[in-house]
Nanobody
Framework: VQLQASGGGLVQVGGSLRLSCAVS????????VGWYRQAPGKERALVAS???????NYVDLVKDRFTISRDIAKNIIYLRMNSLKPEDTAVYYC?????????WGQGTQVTVSS
């Protein structure tokens, strides 16, 4: 299983970015897919996920600002990030979970400047 993340970059406070993650395989073969992030000096933490049934889950810090979605035909996961804040600066990792095991993408850097 391979996941290829892209879309990170440098953005000003209040700006937007859309991350993409191409998954090598049928997204429906995974229990859930989504995004984690890791800020400097902090542990990797869940940002958002979407399960096989389409139910989404967000950490409180990003609710109403981030939207996770998937393109089933293309096997791509997206994370639309609006109203970005400096505390959103982190490396963002996409993941795909199958039978309790997480497969990871390589990470994409998001930097929000004030």
């Amino acid at each position: 299983v391979q996941l290829q993340a892209s879309g990170g970059g440098l953005v000003q406070v209040g700006g937007s970015l859309r991350l993409s993650c191409a998954v090598s395989g049928n997204i429906f073969s995974f229990t859930a897919v989504g995004w984690y992030r890791q800020a400097p000096g902090k542990e990797r933490a869940l940002v958002a996920s979407i399960n096989i049934g389409g139910r989404t889950n967000y950490v409180d810090l990003v609710k109403d600002r981030f939207t996770i979605s998937r393109d089933i035909a293309k096997n791509i996961i997206y994370l639309r990030m609006n109203s970005l804040k400096p505390e959103d600066t982190a490396v963002y990792y996409c993941f795909a979970n199958r039978t309790g095991w997480n497969y990871w993408g390589q990470g994409t850097q998001v930097t929000v400047s004030s």
